[in-house]
């Protein structure tokens, strides 16, 4: 597509804009060994932001850049209102309910704190979706990627918030993925004395909030009783979540092996694994109607090997370059995107395609925030005449 500046955009191998184009055009190829159409047609429906984000990129002047502080920026007030509204109505029905014990209207329930976890806190979306905006935010905001804060007391609230809403989803993957932003912001900032000592600090209140939520509240603790149970034998009637993501994962797998080539088709991954689960005895599982809980899991069962190599390359490329060029940020986003892909199926709803396709293809089409020239991901032709 020309441009005024007289300039096309050709994508190189080595930024995952290509990657996500050609991976959302082999869901379509797939759909010719897929007898269920109309799942088919909702999933390519779901996954079209990685061929829409690919195809800005060309509408963008070749001789321009963007910024992606201020997407950033916009990004991270936008979570941090979501963490304050969702404390706020927690409060509300904390106190509500209070209330009404008070008056003998409801009975006791030593439960009556979940409130302030999971999918009652994080009501505006799945709470391991929100731990992985919140912490996608929190490492921008480490990495000064957002720019300064309006006031130097936001300088300590905003980390603090973004901290405690990953917590209070009480995502496994979430507070694994919050560690490794920590500990990625700490390497990263190691010659900033003030920031280092900040950090530090913010990592030690963050390790006493959460041995107090894990020794305060049967809802934080189950959850590790919950992984360390998932690591015997499968139990087929089991509703806890770590089980019935081996479930998954386990039925994936068999689909992959019954077709190493080609998967089960776009169209007919879910009626498949649906039938996986019918044949195991995993109950809750089919009831759910889950998908595989790992996308790398989904797209080998989905579409084979090309579809298992064509998501690894998507994910693992930029994350290489990006510690070949010594892009901090870009590296912290492939990390987090690389955590939570490995234990759910991120790509299969709008929620985790359009996060990673949007913030993937600012990556390309900008500039770090401090101006110095980013390793260029794609590359400039003169247009025909």
């Avoid at 998954?248 to 649906?274: H, N, Q, V, Y």
């Avoid at 809750?284 to 998908?291: G, I, L, P, Y």
């Avoid at 080998?300 to 994910?315: K, N, T």
């Avoid at 990006?322 to 987090?336: C, E, L, N, P, Y």
Wanted: neutral net charge.
């Amino acid at each position: 597509m020309q441009q005024g500046g007289g300039n096309w955009r050709v994508f190189s191998w080595k930024g995952p804009l290509l990657w996500m184009a050609l991976y959302y055009l082999y869901h379509a190829l797939g759909m010719g060994w897929s007898s269920n159409t109309g799942f088919g047609l909702f999933d390519l429906e779901v996954k079209a932001a990685f061929l829409l984000f690919p195809m800005l990129l060309w509408i963008l002047p070749a001789n321009q850049a963007l910024d992606p502080s201020l997407a950033w920026r916009a990004f991270t007030w936008a979570n941090v209102g979501s963490v304050v509204i969702c404390l706020g109505a927690a409060m509300w029905r904390f106190i509500h309910e209070v209330y009404l014990r008070e008056q003998g209207l409801l009975p006791e329930d030593p439960a009556w704190t979940n409130h302030f976890f999971e999918s009652r806190f994080s009501f505006f979306l799945h709470p391991s979706y929100m731990a992985m905006y919140l912490c996608a935010s929190l490492a921008m905001v480490l990495l000064k990627r957002t720019g300064p804060q309006p006031h130097p007391w936001l300088d300590q609230a905003v980390p603090a918030l973004l901290t405690l809403g990953v917590m209070l989803c009480n995502s496994k993957m979430g507070w694994l993925t919050l560690a490794a932003v920590l500990a990625l912001a700490l390497l990263g900032n190691w010659q900033d004395a003030r920031l280092r000592s900040r950090l530090i600090l913010l990592a030690a209140i963050g390790s006493a909030l959460f041995i107090t939520l894990f020794l305060s509240f049967p809802t934080v603790s189950g959850k590790f009783v919950q992984a360390l149970s998932a690591t015997g034998a499968i139990d087929p009637t089991s509703d806890q979540s770590s089980a019935l993501r081996r479930m998954a994962w386990d039925s994936a797998l068999e689909l992959f092996r019954r077709e190493p080539l080609t998967g089960s088709g776009t169209g007919d991954i879910k009626d498949d694994l649906m039938q996986q689960y019918h044949e195991k005895g995993y109950v809750h599982a089919e009831a759910k109607r889950m998908n595989a809980h790992s996308q790398f899991l989904q797209s080998a069962a989905a579409l084979g090997l090309p579809g298992l190599v064509l998501v690894l390359i998507l994910v693992l490329l930029p994350l290489f370059i990006a510690f070949k060029t010594g892009d901090r940020s870009a590296q912290v986003f492939w990390i987090i995107v690389l955590l939570n892909w490995s234990v759910e199926s991120m790509a299969e709803v709008q929620a985790g395609v359009v996060f990673v396709a949007f913030f993937g293809w600012l990556q390309a089409a900008g500039v770090p925030v401090n101006g110095s020239p980013r390793p260029a991901l794609h590359q400039q032709i003169p247009s025909p005449a």
